[in-house]
């Protein structure tokens, strides 16, 4: 059987970024480094760096880690976390992407637009995300997240708006929900209405998309390598699956049952979202080629 790992799968640059980050900070005598939520959404590389001595720690802990070290990592913060952390006196390590940091940027002008024509700022993702979190932090929390097409209905349509996408959400599926609103705008207000949308997904992610269905169409099973938490985990597993339906979600080796496929199949393919690293996916490979004999 032949098992192969897609080289094109693996943490993308703004986590790679906030990882060499947090390691130069370890490596460098810094013997407690806190970062601010869970590095990355995959518990083995959480798992990892925790070995290191990161610690994990929440928006709560802050008044309590005066002068130490804390991280903020790819995700981005709103402004108010920035306010606390320089209250309580803590060492700062930014390691916000900079896709994230420049889509924040955007937002707030969108807001301030916005504000001036009392209209209002929509976010395209997932309600409580780290990012979205930091994006609605830009416009006071008045920011208006939608998770589906179905949540329109939360929408003024007597206001203008600005819509933007969390960076890991999928272009076809913001696609539809701008094209969705553009239309209940003009059943509203006819020809005459105040509706921007701007695709701020990022490529880093959404570019992985058509590899993965390559890649996916070309193995009898997928083995799909990502944290349960990871947003671009989800949607990009959901690509394979699409392609494969024997695409299995596994985030460690427990969850494989080789027993389900190594005597029915010719090869496996493991990938992963951008929050999985290539030293998991190359231990899943390791683990299938250990337990998995040709006859069973």
């Known amino acids: 059987m032949k098992i ?15 990882i060499e980050m947090a390691e130069d900070i370890l490596n460098h005598g810094t013997s407690e480094l806190y970062c601010l939520g869970e590095i990355v959404h995959n518990n083995e590389e959480v798992g990892r760096l925790k070995d290191q001595g990161m610690k994990t720690v929440s928006h709560q ?3 309590t880690l005066q002068n130490k070290n804390i991280l903020i990592r790819a995700h981005g913060e709103p402004p108010e976390t920035y306010q606390l952390i ?32 009392g209209g209002q700022i929509l976010v395209f993702g997932k309600k409580g995300h780290a990012e979205v979190n930091g994006l609605v932090g830009q416009t006071n929390g008045k920011a208006t997240v939608l998770e589906s097409l179905e949540d329109v209905e939360f929408i003024d349509f ?46 880093q992610v959404e570019n992985r998309r058509p590899q993965l269905e390559k890649f996916a169409a070309v193995h009898d099973v997928i083995l799909f390598v990502s944290g349960k938490e990871s947003s671009n985990g989800k949607y990009l597993y959901e690509v394979c699956k699409k392609v494969n339906p024997n695409t299995f979600f596994i985030s460690n080796e ?41 006859e069973l």
């Open 158 to 203: 007597s206001k203008a708006s600005r819509l933007y996408a969390q960076t890991t959400k999928s272009v076809e599926e913001f696609n539809k929900l701008a094209e969705l609103i553009r239309q209940k705008y003009q059943d509203v207000n006819g020809k005459l209405f105040d509706f921007q949308s701007f695709d701020t997904v990022c490529r």
């Open 4 to 18: 192969v790992i897609d080289n094109q799968s693996g943490f993308c640059f703004g986590v790679v970024r906030a």
């Open 61 to 63: 802990d802050i008044p």
């Open 86 to 117: 320089d209250k309580y006196g803590l060492k700062l390590h930014d390691a916000s992407c900079p896709v994230v940091l420049k889509l924040q940027k955007n937002v707030k002008k969108g807001f301030l637009e916005m504000e001036k024509l």
């Open 254 to 294: 427990e969850e494989i049952d080789v027993q389900c496929f190594c005597n029915k199949v010719k090869s496996v393919g493991i990938c992963g979202a951008t929050s999985t690293p290539m030293w998991l996916m190359e231990r899943m490979a390791d683990f299938v080629s250990k337990n998995c004999p040709d």
